[in-house]
Nanobody, 120 residues
């Protein structure tokens, strides 16, 4: 089983920045994709940004130009750099990974979530 641990959330003022991190357990043989999702109170979980195995990125329209997803393979870490934050970005952010474990099993894993609150 692949474990994902997020960090970096917190309280920030509108216009501010945060960087989220997601460390995986290192038992990944190959990835289909890794991404960040968020869920605000009373709303469904939505995709924020995704990084595919081919290196392409996909962003929700609401965050394009403000958020950047990246991965440091040597550190087993996925990042989400969030700039120009808005109150509507307030949500619990979840890391997600899909791929094949070193035991050659398909997997889909979620982190425990990290709260991001944008408020003055």
């Amino acid at each position: 089983q692949v474990q994902l641990v997020e960090s970096g959330g917190g309280l920030v003022q509108p216009g501010g920045s945060l960087r989220l991190s997601c460390v995986d357990s290192g038992s990944i043989f190959s990835l289909y994709a890794m991404g960040w999702y968020r869920q605000a109170p009373g709303k469904q979980r939505e995709l924020v940004a995704e990084l595919t195995s081919g290196g392409s990125t996909n962003y929700a329209d609401s965050v394009k130009g403000r958020f950047t997803i990246s991965r440091d393979i040597a550190k087993n870490t996925l990042y989400l750099q969030m700039n120009s934050l808005k109150p509507e970005d307030t949500a619990v952010y979840y890391c997600n990974a899909k791929g094949i474990t070193i035991q050659r099993h398909d997997f889909t894993s979620w982190g425990q979530g990290t709260q991001v609150t944008v408020s003055s």
